[in-house]
């Protein structure tokens, strides 16, 4: 069955150096089988340099010189993983059938690609790529990631269990997410509540295949605040919550204090001030930061600043 899609590989990059030629062989390779078999009509590697410093965005230009296949989007300025994808995504919407996201760093399995437009040929607008064990990850990455995961769900974002950003998308469901106004990325929940047909691949997650994570302790727990922040409004009626309780046990406080006061025994009662001042103290400046994470998140949609900005491209010889 001849089918005549143009699939593109969608991989933002931030100073990867180090795995973009191995990166680059393993993807072709991929693409070349797919037009060989005749699943693909056509494909194409889009990187994104996300503002790197290194000497990536000289190797992609060298890679296109040589590699038809190759194309890249050189931005401005680091803008994060996500909005480094947006950028590619968009590109694909635009110009492609269909598109899969994938990092760099080759992480995720590339021959799962085979099995993505296996589904895509039959229908399938969204695939999911699942990692079905971290057993590459340390312990520490793994139970925070699997934290975050039970976290979300129970603030009722809606996420694939261990899923990333290794995706496939339709033309119709990028065009669909592109509609998408908001400055606060977070593909992976976003894309679940587009809601068109979609399947899991299910692959074992490797090793780094060289340079190093761009995801350190800091960054990943801003990623989760984000996540979370984004997709959910529960915690802010937690805090009601919380509130509700303190006043709750701040009148059974007073009633005690009252009794003792007509019982004739007053006691000194620094300790327990003390205690409930900080406590209380704590819980509201918890609360407004809360309070606080979601106002500067309607600050920054507001401003409505473009995702990104483009220094240079360079396209495929012949637009198709
Ligand atoms: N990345 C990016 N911009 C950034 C940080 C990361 O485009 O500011 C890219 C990076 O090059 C890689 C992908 O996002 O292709 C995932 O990053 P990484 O592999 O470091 O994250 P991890 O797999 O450790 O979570
Ligand atoms: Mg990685």
């Given at each position: 069955m001849k089918q005549h899609t143009h699939l593109v590989i969608v991989v933002p990059c931030y100073n990867e150096k180090d795995v973009l030629p191995e990166a680059t062989h393993k993807l072709t390779d991929i693409l070349q089988r797919l037009e060989e078999s005749e699943k693909i009509n056509k494909g194409t590697i889009l990187y994104v340099d996300d503002g790197s410093k290194d000497t990536t965005w000289q190797l992609i230009k060298s890679f296109s010189e040589i590699n038809e296949k190759v194309i890249g989007i050189k931005l401005a300025h680091n803008v994060g993983h996500q909005q480094a994808l947006w950028a590619g995504l968009e590109w694909a919407s635009l110009h492609a059938d269909v598109a899969v996201s994938i990092d760099a760093?080759?992480?995720?399995?590339?021959?799962s690609i085979i099995t993505m437009t296996d589904f895509y040929n039959k229908g399938i607008d969204i695939v999911y790529g699942v990692?079905?064990?971290?057993?590459?990850?340390t312990f520490f990455k793994r139970n925070t990631a699997l934290l975050f995961y039970k976290l979300m769900h129970n603030l009722g974002g809606e996420i694939v269990y261990n899923?990333?950003?290794?995706r496939l998308m339709s033309k119709r469901s990028l065009q669909a997410l592109m509609n998408y106004p908001e400055r606060n990325l977070f593909l992976r929940g976003m894309v679940c509540t587009l809601g068109f047909p979609s399947a899991n691949v299910y692959y074992d997650r490797k090793e780094r295949f060289a340079g190093e994570s761009k995801y350190p302790l800091k960054k990943m727990i801003s990623f989760a605040l984000d996540g979370i922040t984004s997709f959910s409004v529960r915690p802010l009626r937690y805090i009601v919550m919380w509130g509700i309780l303190f006043i709750l046990i701040s009148i059974i406080a007073i009633i005690y204090g009252i009794i003792r006061f007509f019982e004739g025994?007053?006691?000194?009662?620094w300790t327990s001030l003390m205690i409930s001042l900080w406590f209380i103290g704590g819980a509201v400046l918890t609360s407004i930061g809360i309070i606080g994470e979601y106002i500067g998140k309607i600050y920054k949609e507001v401003k409505q600043r473009p995702r990104y900005l483009i220094e240079e491209c360079i396209y495929p010889k012949e637009n198709s």
């Open positions: 760093d080759l992480q995720d399995d590339v021959e990692r079905k064990e971290r057993k590459t990850d899923h990333a950003d290794f025994q007053t006691i000194p009662g």
